[in-house]
Nanobody, 122 residues
Framework: QWQLVESGGDLVQPGGSLRLSCAAS????????VGWFRQAPGREREGVAC????????LHADSVKGRFTISRDNAKKTVALQMNSLKPDDTGVYYC???????????????WGQGTQVTVSS
């Protein structure tokens, strides 16, 4: 069974940091582009970042540039999202997704995880 699993979500104070991880089971993640998305209550799902299968190309949303960094370790078959200087507006469920095109549009991704909750609050 093909599955993506996110981990690392937590409650953190504004200005804090979190590192999310995405792992795959049932298929080889290193052959796919991986994207991170988030969805806050009452808001549409938003693309946060994506990374090519080689890791040489990344794309970050303007809202997170300079604060979030996507990376991948193909030996460990994981993709990480390092989130620094977190703001309350970063609160939401974070999803990783696998596909073939590095874009912040969710429609091109074929496989999705169940999400991990990130809450930024004092």
């Amino acid at each position: 069974q093909w599955q993506l699993v996110e981990s690392g979500g937590d409650l953190v104070q504004p200005g804090g940091s979190l590192r999310l991880s995405c792992a795959a089971s049932g298929f080889t993640l290193d052959t796919y582009v991986v994207g991170w998305f988030r969805q806050a209550p009452g808001r549409e799902r938003e693309g946060v970042a994506c990374i090519s299968n080689s890791g040489r190309r990344t794309l970050h949303a303007d809202s997170v540039k300079g604060r979030f960094t996507i990376s991948r370790d193909n030996a460990k078959k994981t993709v990480a999202l390092q989130m620094n200087s977190l703001k309350p507006d970063d609160t939401g469920v974070y999803y990783c997704a696998a596909g073939y095109t590095c874009t912040l549009g969710s429609h091109v991704y074929d496989y999705w995880g169940q999400g991990t909750q990130v809450t930024v609050s004092s």
